[in-house]
């Protein structure tokens, strides 16, 4: 009998024991992911943003800037660092540094750090600066018969780019910066022409693009290829300037409203022209990239459609976002119930930035 009960009381404290267990497990696990794990797609965490008066999405997170001074903001919400830059300042926020301006004065801070490389007065006002790992490029007023200069971080100058009768569209740096290209507008012929010019930083021109059947309006760069986004047709061309036939698409009456920038094959969603700008909104999407062409409609109208990788997300003025994604034809739909504002972007990890009075809502994209 003493043999039996023996067994039994060991069989239930082995029971408990196994409860016991469980339950610490399950609630290590719990604290484990409030602690360090990321949340679910379609939650959400919130940043204070006082005095916000400028917001802009790169890498793994964003740049904020108050009126005062320069932050950078992880996708999970924490700060990083604080930069005194001064009032009435503009920025670029690129995933390796930041570019800011005032006047003469450009300032050029290390995004992992938040120290500044360099800060002095240019020759000129300056109208926009881009900066990455080694190079910053400065386009320096008037806004027409403009200048670029190139300069390592450090301040030593590689090259002043003179663009005589010419408007800067855009420019920045490819190849791991090897390379720089700038986008210019000649207006002076009876016909406005958007010439793609490349340089090596410090050496010499590369090559040159120029479309007169139509006007340019968006460049894509890939490890061995160009691609040009026109009013009429997406073109492809070699880094000399010669055009691939065989890639040219016919994308007359769509608009490029959105483009995986960071992709060495990027995601890019068309939208018809009279669904972009104004008032409207954004319904119909044409997904494209090498070897997809594809045509979604979204469940709620769009006011702005992000690209990352396979996917294109729109978010609409009601608060939903749409997550259409490649080879697809179905798009989901959900609201992370956040208030309604502006969706300044997506960081590389799929979080989605979205700003309301002073607060950031940060909402995990699937």
Known sequence: MERKQSGRLSWGIALLIAAVVCGLSFLGAKLAKNAWGAPAHGEYRTVSLPGNAGVQVSGDGFVCYN?????????????????MIGANASFDAGDTGVAAWSG?????????????????????????????????????????????????????????????????????FFSNEALFWAMTLDTSGTVPTCTISTYRPGRTIAGSIKDKEQLMYRVMFQSSQVVCAGTTHLKVYDYTGVEIPARRKL????????????????????????????????HDVRMVRSGLDQMVRMPFGCTKLVAKGNRVYGFSAEGYIMVAEAGTRAVTAFSPNTPPGEVYGVTDDRVAVIGAGDTAYLVTLP
């Open 67 to 83: 009126g005062s001074s320069l932050t950078s903001v992880s996708s999970r919400g924490d700060v990083e660092w604080t930069f």
């Open 104 to 172: 003469k004065t450009l300032t050029i801070i290390d995004r992992e750090t938040g120290t500044a490389s360099y800060l002095n007065p240019m020759s000129s006002d300056v109208l926009s600066a881009r900066t990455g790992r080694k190079y910053t490029a400065v386009l320096l007023a008037p806004e027409h018969d403009s200048t670029i200069v190139l300069m390592e971080n450090g301040g030593r100058q590689v090259d002043r780019i003179a663009l005589a009768d010419q408007t800067v569209v855009d420019y920045g």
């Open 251 to 282: 994308v007359y009456g769509f608009y490029l409203a959105a483009v995986d920038d960071i992709s060495d094959n990027p995601m890019m969603a068309f939208v018809p022209d009279a669904q972009y700008g104004g008032s409207n909104t954004m």
